[in-house]
């Protein structure tokens, strides 16, 4: 059974993994192929990732079914709503970088807009 805070971190991780190899990659298929390609992997990913864990998905339900206001009890503590927000904050502080980083490297650092991905 894996922690609570581990888990947050593994998904904290791959948010960042995504953001630092995705949007380079989107924004690279993008100039590359015309503005549908990036798009297309996404959709082609998340049926390629259902098959898979469909796949691996146990046939007997473990665990007794929860409600959905249980569910939502979870957001009446103070540290899940700490979490949230740090979790937040990080993911707009790397939004906000690739938000900057292209006006950096093509009006000051003179690259040109082929050569930085981010543009």
Not at 63 to 82: D, I, K, N, P, Y
Not at 110 to 117: F, G, N, R
């Amino acid at each position: 059974m894996i922690s609570t805070s581990r888990a947050l971190g593994v998904l904290l991780g791959g948010m960042t993994v995504a953001n630092i190899a995705g949007v380079p990659l989107g924004s690279w298929l993008g100039q590359v192929s015309n503005w549908r390609g990036p798009f297309w992997v996404l959709a082609a990913l998340p049926a390629a990732a259902a098959a898979v864990i469909g796949r691996y998905i146990p046939d007997e339900e473990q665990r007794e079914a929860r409600s959905v206001r249980a569910e939502f009890a979870a957001l009446r503590q103070g540290r899940v709503w700490l979490a949230l927000s740090a979790i937040a904050l990080l993911m707009g502080g790397v939004l906000a970088t690739y938000t900057y980083i292209s006006l950096l490297l093509t009006e000051r650092a003179q690259s040109p807009p082929p050569l930085c991905p981010w543009s």
